[in-house]
């Protein structure tokens, strides 16, 4: 007996080689002990309904797909950055506010006076809009501590976030995002700190899955990011970076050579970079949110990656400076709009692909036995409607390990 039997429904299974998004017309899917125990076609069902599950829901026709996977966030962070969008609108650039002491930095300051408590209670806000777009999943960043006890504390109010029990969440330690104001006299010191102190302390604690940095000329050099991700390796923590967003610095390659899961942004990666990403199987994570309101212009090579067979994964990337965005519908719509993805990738990115871009594809991200049955109810009559409307309330129903939520 399943505990519950969802019918009258259409699957975007989203499983890979099969039809279009995965699609099976006239679908059903059963839930038991938290996990997907049976989908496939209702015609199929081993008996009537109500006789296999202790619950049937009906759909209505509506389309079930995976919970969505937001595989990119910085949800976790004190203050905004409001002030900032407003001299953006007169004409100062991202990098000349960072470079001024406004940016992340301003941001440090403001998570480093919150409480976890306070921090919690704006993430969860956040969060909030994330799950009321299908949202099951999400990775959440520290980065805005860049001292030992800031970053614990953001890491642990991520937990918090997790413990309320209606997303997976999956913690990256982000200590490479902006040299902080007390190092500014010396890199080497902090990138040390970093990597000798932080990461064995956070990886024995079990505050966090992976690893980022920010390669970039406002950020920190491929030699840097080498320096912690050898101490990320020597840690057991997997590998991901913030790469190729505003220049190249063939972080890609670096990460890639890593065996990075993922490399991010990515709007000024080169064939070098797609080759070894491609080698090595790390996704690349689009974020056209930042690419949007940057207002930048240099595409990602989307064409490109897609013919070397990169795996492109979508992600709302959710922080205060450059994609304040809580909404994944957005970001499929965006990444459609923007990138040229057709709503199928879109959808896989955000799905399927963000799934493997955590390294937790076994567990997620598709609609198949064995799985989390984390999904997400649709009234809608198509799937490419998810990346078509924006700002349409499109969710029926959440399903969190089984539970409607
Ligand atoms: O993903 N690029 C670095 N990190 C963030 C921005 C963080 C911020 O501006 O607060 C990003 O775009
Ligand atoms: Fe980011």
Same mark, same amino acid.
């Given at each position: 007996m399943w505990d519950t039997l969802w019918v009258d429904a259409n699957l975007a299974t989203m499983r890979e080689g099969a039809a279009p998004y995965g699609e099976i017309k006239r679908g059903a899917v059963a839930a038991k002990d938290g996990r997907i125990a049976w989908a496939g076609?209702?015609?199929?069902? =081993?008996?009537?309904a109500v006789d296999l599950a202790r619950e049937v829901r009906r759909c209505e026709n509506a389309w079930i797909t995976p919970g969505l996977v937001d595989c990119h966030t910085h949800l976790v962070f004190g203050g905004n950055r409001a002030r900032e969008f407003e001299m953006r609108s007169q004409g100062a650039s991202y990098e000349e506010i960072a470079r001024d002491g406004g940016g992340i930095v301003s941001t440090v300051a403001a998570t480093r006076a919150a409480s976890k408590e306070e921090l919690v209670e704006s993430a969860a806000k956040r969060l909030a809009g994330l799950t009321r777009e299908g949202v099951t999943t999400v990775e959440i960043k520290s980065g805005y501590g860049l001292d030992l006890e800031t970053e614990i504390k953001m890491l642990e109010a991520a937990g918090d976030l997790a413990a309320l029990g209606e997303v997976r969440v999956k913690r990256t330690f982000l200590g490479l995002h902006a040299l902080p104001p007390e190092f500014k006299d010396d890199r080497a010191a902090y990138v040390q700190l970093v990597a000798d102190v932080m990461i064995p302390v956070i990886a024995s604690e079990g505050l966090a899955d992976a690893v980022d940095a920010f390669c970039e000329n406002i950020g920190f050099t491929a030699e840097e990011v080498d320096y912690v991700f050898s101490a990320a390796r020597d840690n057991g923590l997997a590998i991901k970076l913030h790469a !190729?967003?505003?220049?190249?610095?063939?972080g890609a390659e670096l990460a890639a050579r890593y065996g990075a899961l993922s490399a991010d942004h990515? !709007?000024? /990666?080169d064939e070098s970079g797609i080759a070894a990403m491609a080698a090595n199987c790390t996704v690349a994570v689009l974020l056209p949110g930042a690419f949007h309101f940057l207002r930048e212009t240099k595409l990602p090579p989307i064409e490109a990656m897609r013919a070397a067979g990169v795996r492109m994964a979508v992600a709302s990337d959710c922080n205060p400076g450059t994609s304040p965005m809580t909404s994944p519908l957005a970001a499929l719509n965006m990444a459609c709009t923007l990138f040229r993805l057709t709503p199928e990738e879109a959808l896989a990115g955000i799905t399927r692909e963000g799934a493997r871009a955590l390294g937790i594809l076994d567990d997620v991200g598709a609609l198949e036995v064995g799985k989390a049955c984390d999904l997400a109810v649709w009234?809608?009559?198509?799937?490419a409607e998810l990346s078509y409307?924006?700002?349409? =309330?499109? /969710?029926k129903e959440r399903v969190f390990a089984g539970r409607v939520v």
């Open positions: 076609y209702a015609a199929d069902l =081993p008996g009537h !190729e967003q505003l220049s190249n610095q063939h990515l !709007e000024h /990666l009234d809608i009559g198509a799937p409307w924006l700002g349409a =309330p499109l /969710l």
